[in-house]
């Protein structure tokens, strides 16, 4: 069946630590992958989006992302972690730019 | 630029009553789509709206219908109000000019339904 797995629902991370959140999909063709953010009370704002090419992508707000073929995987880092990190984050997949599949998202808090 | 605009931000409705939700997109986007974020079932498509056509559709109940006006805002509509319809409704708006596009989300609107 196709799905979008992110396998953390939470974690907790030091301010100045790094940061990895997992993602991984199930389809028969390599969609377009994305992450988003959000804030309480907020919508979605796009972190970074892989479509084709360098499979290592530099998004906003210092985050990147690596696409792994192999694993079907899409996951995200940021090096050094803020307080404003603090969110949840959503692993997004699909086949056009406007009919997206969402992971279950993943909590980051983030301790003094 | 302005964002995507949602209104209203907050919404309380009654079981069986029905709600109209409104999206104004980004200037110069024509495309428009609708989520659904629930603690249970996460973020869900409904629909989209291009050109004032409905392209796409999730898999949601006839309650739920949507419109897009020539100048690309759209609404959404929920007829015979449920419980289950309290979420957090999100619409999205893009060029879609073709591949390589970004989806940018509004705030949403907040529904309860009592």
């Known amino acids: 069946a196709q799905s979008v797995t992110q396998p953390d629902i939470h974690i907790t991370v030091s301010e100045g630590a790094s940061l990895e959140l997992r993602c991984n999909y199930s389809y028969g063709a390599t969609p377009y992958l994305f992450w988003y953010v959000q804030s309480p009370g907020q919508g979605l704002q796009l972190l970074l989006k892989y479509f084709s090419g360098d499979t290592l992508v530099q998004g906003i707000k210092g985050f990147e992302a690596e696409f792994k073929r192999s694993q079907s995987s899409f996951n995200l880092r940021k090096p050094s972690v803020h307080w404003s990190d603090a969110a949840e984050y959503f692993c997004a997949v699909g086949f056009n730019d406007y009919k997206l599949s969402f992971g279950a998202g993943t909590t980051v808090t983030v301790r003094a | 630029k302005a964002g995507v605009t949602q209104t209203p931000r907050y919404l309380i409705k009654t079981r069986g009553q029905q709600v109209t939700l409104s999206c104004s997109p980004i200037?110069?986007?024509?495309?428009v789509s609708w989520y659904q974020q629930t603690p249970g079932q996460g973020l869900q498509f409904l629909f989209e709206?291009?050109?004032?056509?409905?392209?796409n559709k999730g898999n949601f109940p006839g309650r739920f219908s949507g419109r897009q006006f020539s100048n690309s805002r759209s609404e959404m509509n929920v007829s015979t109000l449920e419980l289950g319809d309290s979420a957090l409704y999100l619409c999205?708006?893009?060029?879609?000019?073709?591949?390589?596009?970004?989806?940018?989300f509004g705030s949403g609107t907040q529904l309860s339904v009592l």
């Open positions: 999205a708006s893009s060029l879609a000019t073709g591949r390589n596009e970004k989806l940018f």
């Open positions: 200037s110069g986007h024509r495309s």
């Open positions: 709206y291009f050109s004032e056509t409905q392209r």
